[in-house]
């Protein structure tokens, strides 16, 4: 885990002076098939923030073994930027009643459990899923204005699947956010309870949570949330108009995963 080669792209400019050193935090949430991909995801981080960026990585593990999680921590430490890391054992069987799928895991609604794992000084933090590489600096993300809002994501899918999305969950406008790279607000997001809130759109809308969490926190934050440019978040589907150099974050969303045998 500790030499997983990332790609790098030229770093843009920053709104925010670099003169002084940034705090930034990434939450993750980690079992024990996506190990490899956190550690990758961690390190593209790591690799490709501004010197001034202090990284301190909160991951959230379920049934991550003991060996594991020294790698991933390996894997931070020896990253020679002085970033730390924050580990947690968390019980997601409080989610084994809501949908899921065979590439898709309860662990997914473990970001459901900010409140009772970030602690109460962090004021915002950065998720992401374990299946992206980052390839900019974290700092322009972490940076995005928030305009008041509880989170800033990247929109998900075109036009058609958009009002698809509006359709099947009765959202009352055409947009639908991707969970995978989110910035919180975390206070304002703990003062809205909003992971109350999504669990109870999620325990609501049944089997018709087809994308699971990411449906539930579109309930949840109807209204509540500002787009991130559209490279903050990219995968191959959007790759006719997105070139490789341009994109901040590349997202391995679907299967299969890079980690996966032939």
């Given at each position: 885990l500790l030499n997983i080669p990332t790609s790098r792209a030229p770093r843009r400019a920053s709104p925010l002076p670099r003169s002084r050193p940034m705090h930034i935090?990434?939450?993750?949430?980690v079992d024990p098939l996506q190990v490899i991909g956190c550690a990758v995801s961690?390190?593209?981080?790591?690799?490709?923030a501004a010197p001034a960026c202090r990284l301190h990585f909160h991951v959230m593990t379920h049934r991550v073994s003991s060996a594991d999680q020294d790698a991933l921590a390996e894997t931070v430490v020896d990253g020679a930027r002085g970033a730390k890391i924050s580990?947690?054992?968390v019980d997601v069987s409080r989610?084994?009643?809501?949908?899921?799928?065979?590439?898709?895991?309860?662990?997914?609604?473990?970001?459901?459990?900010?409140?009772?794992?970030?602690?109460?000084?962090?004021?915002?933090?950065?998720?992401?899923?374990?299946?992206?590489?980052?390839?900019?600096?974290?700092?322009?993300?972490?940076?995005?204005?928030?305009?008041?809002?509880?989170?800033a994501a990247v929109a998900n899918g075109n036009a058609s699947d958009t009002q698809h999305n509006q359709r099947r969950l009765g959202l009352a406008e055409p947009r639908y956010l991707n969970a995978g790279f989110v910035v919180i607000d975390v206070q304002r997001w703990r003062d809205l309870q909003v992971s109350a809130?999504?669990?109870s759109h999620a325990e609501a809308t049944g089997d018709q949570l087809v994308l699971h969490d990411q449906?539930?926190?579109?309930?949840?934050?109807?209204?509540?949330?500002?787009?991130?440019?559209?490279?903050?978040?990219?995968?191959?589907?959007?790759?006719?108009?997105?070139?490789?150099?341009?994109?901040?974050?590349?997202?391995?969303?679907?299967?299969?995963?890079?980690?996966?045998?032939?």
């Open positions: 935090h990434a939450l993750l949430a961690m390190r593209s981080i790591i690799e490709n580990l947690y054992d989610f084994e009643h809501l949908m899921r799928s065979k590439l898709v895991s309860h662990t997914t609604y473990a970001r459901l459990l900010i409140d009772d794992v970030l602690p109460a000084d962090v004021g915002r933090c950065i998720y992401l899923d374990c299946d992206m590489v980052v390839r900019r600096d974290i700092l322009e993300a972490w940076s995005f204005p928030m305009q008041g809002r509880t989170v809130r999504a669990l449906d539930a926190l579109n309930l949840a934050l109807e209204g509540d949330w500002v787009e991130l440019p559209r490279e903050w978040n990219a995968g191959l589907s959007i790759s006719d108009w997105l070139t490789p150099d341009s994109r901040a974050v590349f997202h391995y969303w679907g299967a299969p995963k890079p980690w996966h045998a032939d």
